[in-house]
């Protein structure tokens, strides 16, 4: 009996490898194109363009806005010793306006700098820094570029001022009460007065 387990737990589990094997092969063929192979590229500078859309913010958890189109350019500066990596996002997402719910274009615009350089020595990678094994070929940018993503996109995100819909800045006028107009119970009065002397 322990061996028909035995047997039937490790096919179950073969299956969810292979399964599993087959969901991440599928990410990381989307994100294949975000990778740059740095030993076919000579010293000096090097450009290249990317488009950060649906299918790139799909391989990510927990993205916000992710409907609308983001261009990346990604400048690689080689030497002997290190490259030196500049990125900058720019472009719009779809968006829900925080104060009246309405959908409209956020404009993204972010940049971050990183040094890539090749090491045969077990390093965690630093803040900057980022290192290589030699028998590395590509250097994936798409966690980077996701991070740069993420840390321009506002923590509240609301339309510019004079732009939000005129019949929910009617309804948030009507509610929203100010603090200073609110009269205060003479008790509280008296008790701070004796509180702050």
Known sequence: MNIHFLFSFSFFFLLFLLS???FTSRIVDKLKEYKVAHRGLGEGRHTFHFVLEDSFFNCFEATKGTEGKIEAV???IKSSLLM????????????ICDR???VFDLQIKGELSLYVKQSSREVDNEDDFIILAPEDDFLDLSSYLYE????????RVVHEEGHCDPAMERVLDEYITDE???????RWDDLRKLINN
């Open 20 to 22: 599993l094997r087959r």
């Open 74 to 76: 990604v400048e690689i």
């Open 84 to 95: 030196e990596v500049n990125m900058k996002i720019e472009g719009s997402v779809k968006a």
């Open 100 to 102: 009246c719910l309405e």
């Open 148 to 155: 740069i993503y993420m840390l321009n996109y506002p923590m």
């Open 180 to 186: 200073k107009e609110k009269p205060t119970d003479p």
